[in-house]
């Protein structure tokens, strides 16, 4: 069993920034692996970053390329998602999931098992 906690969202103005945090108990991230997704209002949940497997690469949506940026920190068990040059458009709930050691994708949803609650993200224009 994982949990997962997020924190980190909040309220910005276009073109600023914002870190998530994504903290976990139970298995190691750096293990395996960690997605985050977003899901708006009235809209499907789409993926947004990943960092998989032991060498910890990462993967992101043609959206946000070059914008965001995820890390993770093992000592801490926690998984970043840096956020910079933020548009009205990012304003999603964001959530963290861990991902399936046996699946072969990680854009998708179903390749992950835990999921945290979310945490809000509104960016102003």
């Known amino acids: 069993q994982v949990q997962l906690v997020e924190s980190g969202g909040g309220l910005v103005q276009a073109g600023g920034s914002l870190r998530l945090s994504c903290a976990a108990s139970g298995r190691t991230f750096g293990t395996y692996g960690v997605g985050w997704f977003r899901q708006a209002p009235g809209k499907e949940r789409e993926f947004v970053a990943a960092?998989?497997?032991?060498?910890?690469?990462?993967y992101y949506a043609d959206s946000v390329k070059g914008r965001f940026s995820i890390s993770r920190e093992n000592a801490k068990n926690t998984v970043y998602l840096q956020m910079n040059s933020l548009k009205p458009e990012d304003t999603a709930v964001y959530y963290c999931?861990?991902?399936?050691?046996?699946?072969?994708?990680?854009?998708?949803?179903?390749?992950?098992?835990?999921w945290g609650q979310g945490t809000q993200v509104t960016v102003s224009s």
């Open positions: 960092i998989i497997g032991t060498d910890g690469n990462t």
């Open positions: 999931a861990a991902h399936n050691p046996y699946s072969r994708s990680w854009v998708h949803s179903d390749d992950y098992n835990y």
